[in-house]
């Protein structure tokens, strides 16, 4: 992660919880007084957003302290040390919900897609994440996706096509749509989503990249890869679970995407403790 990159977010956060006019931490605390904190894991899961969090305190003040024992993409226990961290305590307290917001939320993206994958281990299908991201968070949210061990789809609608159902009915039909994409950008690759057998044999006859079929029971999926050559990739979406994500794998699809793991993963459960030297 570009560390360029972070720094608009993380100024962002800190203003917005004014975290360099903390009253309650000017209150009790004297301003030189030092202090020290761990960063612990209360629940198992997979770490991301450390990263993030070191930028946070640095942000605060260059001089805190600090040690990590565990870093993005590291499976953690309940009861797992994370991070030590030294220096002012006023700094070290006025920066911690900041820290642990973008390393909680991260984390339990890290975590809901580490369950995927370990669904879909030995199946040779991959699980990816979609737009359904927080709004400004997308870089952090798609690397938590990675760190998870799953796959990145399009960051942004200029990096790769997605023809949906909107699409074709704007420009006629399946193919007239694929062919349109591949006049304007030859060189970029082009999904097209598929609700029917009947249009997932259209898609194949205008050859884009991949097919998406979206709201198939597993069935109905593996009579969709009968039909689609090799040479094109198979997706699906749309009501995909723990429970039913390696059915669908086991019926020939390549990749399995999944808005949850980025717009409802819940919240990895992390706590800060502080001590006096």
Known sequence: MNTHLLQPLIDSALSEDMAFHDLTAKATIAQAQFGKATIIAKADGVLSGCVVAKQVFATMDKGVSQIWHKHDADKVQAGDLICELSGNMRILLSAERTALNFM???????????????VLQGTGCDIVDTRKTTPGLRVLEKQAVLDGGGKNHRLNLASGMLIK?????????????????????????????????????????????????????????????????????????????????KVYAEAGINRIAVGAITHSAPSLDLSMRVSQN
């Open 104 to 118: 909680q939320h991260l984390s339990g993206i890290a975590t809901a897609t580490s369950l995927f994958v370990q």
């Open 165 to 245: 159902e909107n699409h074709i009915l704007a420009a006629g039909s399946i193919t007239d749509a694929i062919t349109a994409c591949h006049k304007l950008s030859p060189n970029t690759w082009i999904e097209v989503e598929c609700e029917t057998l009947d249009e997932v044999i259209e898609a194949v006859h205008a050859c884009p990249d991949m097919i998406l079929l979206d709201n198939m029971n597993p069935e109905v999926v593996r009579q969709a890869r009968k039909l689609v050559p090799t040479s094109i990739l198979l997706e699906a979406s749309g009501n995909i679970t723990l429970d039913n994500a």
